[in-house]
C-alpha cells in the first residue's frame, strides 16, 4: 500500500505564492515519476508539472515559468512552489506518484486526495 499526503493548499491574492507538498509513504522501494495535476471547476484534470527521477521536468504550456518541481528522494517527497499565481490557477491540485512496491516489486501507480488552491484578484 502507499499513501500520498499533499499539504499547502489554500488560498492566495494574485500575484502570490504558494507551496504544495506530497508524501509518499508505505511499502516503498523506489519512487519514479512524480508529477502535479490540476482539475479546475468544469474542466478535466491536466498535467501542471512532471519531474522524473533523473530529475528531468515538463510543465504544462499555461505555466509559463511560474511554477517548479522539485523533489527529496531521502524523503519521499515532491514540491510544487507556485509563484506569480493568476486567479485562473484556481483547482485542485492533485499528486500523482508511481512507485516499485516493497511487497510485489512491480509498479504502483497512485494518486492523492487533491488539495484545493483558490487565487483571488
Known amino acids: 500500500q502507499v499513501q500520498l499526503l499533499e499539504s499547502g493548499g489554500g488560498l492566495a491574492q494574485a500575484g502570490g505564492s504558494l507551496r504544495l507538498s506530497c508524501v509518499a509513504s508505505?511499502?516503498?522501494?523506489?519512487?519514479?515519476?512524480m508529477a502535479w495535476y490540476r482539475r479546475l471547476p468544469g474542466k478535466q484534470r491536466e498535467l501542471v508539472a512532471r519531474i522524473t527521477s533523473g530529475g528531468q521536468t515538463t510543465y504544462g504550456d499555461f505555466v509559463s515559468g511560474r511554477f517548479t518541481i522539485s523533489r527529496d528522494d531521502a524523503k519521499n517527497t515532491m514540491y510544487l512552489q507556485m509563484d506569480n499565481l493568476r486567479p485562473g490557477d484556481t483547482a485542485i491540485y492533485y499528486c500523482n506518484v508511481e512507485v516499485v512496491s516493497a511487497y510485489t516489486g512491480g509498479y504502483v501507480n497512485d494518486w492523492g486526495q487533491g488539495t484545493q488552491v483558490a487565487v483571488w484578484p
Open positions: 508505505g511499502k516503498i522501494l523506489r519512487v519514479n515519476d
